[in-house]
T-cell receptor, first 114, second 108 residues
Framework: DAGVIQSPRHEVTEMGQEVTLRCKPISGHDYLFWYRQTMMRGLELLIYFNNNVPIDDSGMPEDRFSAKMPNASFSTLKIQPSEPRDSAVYFC????????????FGPGTRLTVL | AQRVTQPEKLLSVFKGAPVELKCNYSYSGSPELFWYVQYSRQRLQLLLRHISRESIKGFTADLNKGETSFHLKKPFAQEEDSAMYYCALRNYGQNFVFGPGTRLSVLP
């Protein structure tokens, strides 16, 4: 198993542009999480899904951020329009309901908004 | 509000010395606590869970509810232990709260 897959690994864009980050969870995992990591705020949970349904999006910073999970093997995190303060590493993670809380993280997407 | 604190941003120790990474939490219920580690150029991964009472790579962590702490310890640090360590609390459901992380540097 390749583990959690994220694309792209690096994204550089200009302020105002739309950014879409993608994630493929581990097959058979019920939960999918999106995190943002910055030097100032550390690792923050943005949103998580259970069986493709968003359960808690209280960490989503603004309406500019949206996340979808159209099926069990794919999720997107979209920022529209992007701003320089959105620059961060975005991680996707997945877990099994019976996994005792163990999360498996993807390699992350490093986003730079100029 | 649920919160996890790790007071040290950076901790440097010499190889063979004991190491303790501090973690304190605030949570009103019965917490589930975890330590995650990120080695250089690798993914963030689970190191250990308090519920398992296990020792992984020589590390142990004991939940102290009285002091609301979950410090990570190892009696003899190795150079390969150098990494970023995150303490995490599982909140309601699957809501995780991570601490800011401590970078451990084990010097030769």
């Amino acid at each position: 198993d390749a583990g959690v897959i994220q694309s792209p690994r690096h994204e550089v864009t200009e302020m105002g542009q739309e950014v879409t980050l993608r994630c493929k969870p581990i097959s058979g995992h019920d939960y999918l999480f999106w995190y943002r990591q910055t030097m100032m705020r550390g690792l923050e949970l943005l949103i998580y899904f259970n069986n493709n349904v968003p359960i808690d999006d209280s960490g989503m910073p603004e309406d500019r951020f949206s996340a979808k999970m159209p099926n069990a093997s794919f999720s997107t995190l979209k920022i529209q329009p992007s701003e320089p303060r959105d620059s961060a590493v975005y991680f996707c993670a997945s877990s099994r309901n019976t996994g005792g809380g163990t999360q498996y993280f993807g390699p992350g997407t490093r986003l730079t908004v100029l | 509000a649920q919160r996890v604190t790790q007071p040290e941003k950076l901790l440097s120790v010499f190889k063979g010395a004991p190491v303790e990474l501090k973690c304190n939490y605030s949570y009103s219920g019965s917490p589930e606590l975890f330590w995650y580690v990120q080695y250089s150029r690798q993914r963030l991964q689970l190191l250990l869970r308090h519920i398992s009472r296990e020792s992984i790579k020589g590390f142990t962590a004991d939940l102290n509810k009285g002091e609301t702490s979950f410090h990570l310890k190892k009696p003899f640090a190795q150079e390969e232990d150098s990494a970023m360590y995150y303490c995490a609390l599982r909140n309601y459901g699957q809501n995780f709260v991570f601490g800011p992380g401590t970078r451990l540097s084990v010097l030769p």
